[in-house]
């Protein structure tokens, strides 16, 4: 159980248009979903954190009106690339803190995002 | 600032041999997290530790909190565990997770 779908898993566009990543809790409610980057050879990076029904906490450097995330219900989290330009190329992946009686977080399977 | 620092970076092995990565961190923590990263980019969690020791099959994690260290171990390693193993800290008071570099392994046949 506890599981998160992330869609796609993979997407090429081009510079300047916007992307949009979704996360579904499958069996769950998530009422908290983080949203990570990583680059080639690099660590995971939190980027956001997304509450269902208020506005989402971003870490320092990340810019929210680029990385425009939504979270209006409890079991869909969007993360949009808006304008996106090749420097956002990466993997972004999401995560659930698993529901109650669960420790730990599920992970999405990550999407793979080429601008181009 | 939390550092998450994992060695080795790499490492390679024949099938069978017992494996060991290790992780460090600067903060206290609420907690630690063994996380399994395939090929393709997927993430599996394979432990949640805030102390002591977990053994799941082949998998054994174990924690020293007062040395703030903990340990991934790997027996009768296959080629099938060959992936990328991330270490992961919930620093205290804080929502997400700080990651290590992650330690790419080859399990040779």
């Known amino acids: 159980g506890a599981v998160v779908s992330q869609h796609p898993s993979w997407v090429i566009c081009k510079s300047g248009t916007s992307v949009k990543i979704e996360c579904r809790s499958l069996?769950?409610?998530?009422?908290?979903m983080f949203w990570y980057r990583q680059f080639p050879k690099q660590s995971l990076m939190l980027m956001a954190t997304s509450n269902e029904g208020s506005k989402a906490t971003y870490e320092q450097g990340v810019e929210k009106d680029k990385f425009l995330i939504n979270h209006a219900s409890l079991t869909l989290s969007t993360l949009t690339v808006t304008s996106a330009h090749p420097e956002d190329s990466s993997f972004y992946i999401c995560?659930?803190?698993?529901?109650?009686?669960?420790?730990?977080?599920?992970f999405g399977s990550g999407t793979r995002l080429t601008v181009v | 600032k939390n550092e998450v620092e994992q060695s080795p970076q790499n490492l390679t092995a024949q099938e069978g041999e017992f494996i060991t990565i290790n992780c460090s961190y600067s903060v206290g923590i609420s907690a630690l997290h063994w996380l399994q990263q395939h090929p393709g980019g997927g993430i599996v969690s394979l432990f949640m530790l805030s102390s002591g020791k977990k053994k799941h099959g082949r998998f054994i994690a174990t924690i020293n909190i007062q040395e703030k260290h903990s340990s991934l171990h790997i027996t009768a390693s296959h080629p099938r565990d060959s992936a990328v193993y991330i270490c992961a800290v919930r620093a205290g008071g804080a929502d997400g997770l700080t990651f290590g570099k992650g330690t790419h392994l080859i399990i040779q046949p």
């Open positions: 069996d769950f409610q998530a009422t908290t």
């Open positions: 995560s659930a803190r698993r529901p109650p009686g669960h420790r730990g977080y599920t």
